[in-house]
């Protein structure tokens, strides 16, 4: 299950492994829309890939850093170094396949 994570935990959170970052508000709708398909992905690669959140309106420091510009926005981290992203909405097989390039 994909947890919402704040600044301070973001380093820890992308050291190690595949880690895909969804970057999100609460107000935005294609988010929303997101929101199920990355919880599913999240349960059904769990153990190969960690699943993280970040709210943007409370990190805007970490959007920043990753030039997020546009949500929703998902980032594939492997070791903590930034492989690919995925802007807006997207199939849930279309996220899964790109994701496993990187496992």
């Known amino acids: 299950m994909a947890r919402v994570i704040e600044s301070g935990q973001f380093q820890n959170e992308v050291a190690d492994g595949v880690i895909i970052v969804d970057f999100f508000a609460t107000w935005c709708g294609p988010c929303k829309m997101l929101s ?3 919880e599913e992905l999240g349960l059904e690669m769990e153990g190969k890939v960690k699943f993280i959140k970040i709210d943007v309106d409370k990190s805007p420091d ?39 390039k990187y496992l």
């Open 36 to 38: 199920p398909v990355f």
């Open 62 to 100: 970490i959007a920043s850093k990753y030039s997020v510009s546009t949500i929703p926005t998902m980032l594939i981290l492997k070791n903590g170094e930034k492989q690919d992203a995925m802007v807006g909405f997207l199939p849930k097989e279309v996220i899964k396949e790109k994701i496993e």
